[in-house]
């Protein structure tokens, strides 16, 4: 795995070995409730804050990429691209304000899993992660990236559940997939006073 520090001054942070809090970051609903955990635990515990985000090139990773006669994109193109998609995440959930601590954040080349577990790799760390619903047709296709981390990494894990918005906004997105009716009262219901849970503002 290769990573790149994407904020001002990250190079210089990563020689730092005070408490960080390590968060995987994909602009996913579950990944933004994790992120906005993990900013709240950095500041309570005066430590610095490292969003992660891990990308492959589309189509099956590495391998394929290298066996493809003509690569869509160059190494170089597909690592702007997912500096750009965090330091857009980053603005949207901390505005100008920031995170209110130390932030280092950083693109990684590689499975999501396993970027986290190298980055968090002090004992004084802690690695947050979102933890969503997931179908059983997932789970069976798919690793999930909590397991991963709660099996591999050498630092307290902490999985975030998803927002209560969260899971409603999947089952609205059900149910037009599906063509079935809407009630939005259920998500009034549901959701209770707008204070319930978190979710970021977009700029």
């Not at 601590?101 to 802690?126: Q, S």
């Not at 050498?154 to 975030?160: E, H, I």
């Amino acid at each position: 795995m290769s990573d790149s520090p994407v904020t001002p001054g990250a190079a210089g942070s990563s020689g730092s070995r005070g408490a960080r809090i390590v968060v995987g970051v994909s602009g996913s609903p579950g990944s933004l409730t994790a992120l906005s955990r993990a900013a709240e635990e950095a500041r309570a515990r005066r430590a610095e804050l490292w969003p992660v985000l891990a990308w492959q090139p589309p189509g099956g990773g590495d391998l394929v990429a290298r066996r493809a006669p003509a690569p869509a994109a160059p190494h170089d193109v597909w690592q702007r691209l997912a500096r750009e998609r965090l330091l857009g995440i980053l603005a949207d959930v901390f505005g100008n304000a920031g995170p209110g601590v130390g932030m280092c954040a950083l693109v990684a080349h590689g499975t999501p899993g396993l970027a986290l577990v190298e980055v968090a790799d002090r004992e004084n760390d802690v690695l947050v992660v979102g933890a969503g619903r997931r179908s059983p047709w997932h789970r069976a296709c798919h690793r999930s990236v909590t397991r991963y981390c709660l099996s591999h990494a050498a630092c307290p894990v902490l999985a975030v559940p998803p927002s209560p918005l969260e899971q409603h906004l999947t089952t609205a997105h059900r149910r037009n997939t599906w063509h079935l009716r809407l009630d939005t009262r259920e998500l009034d219901r549901g959701t209770g006073a707008r204070g319930q849970g978190w979710w970021p503002k977009v700029r």
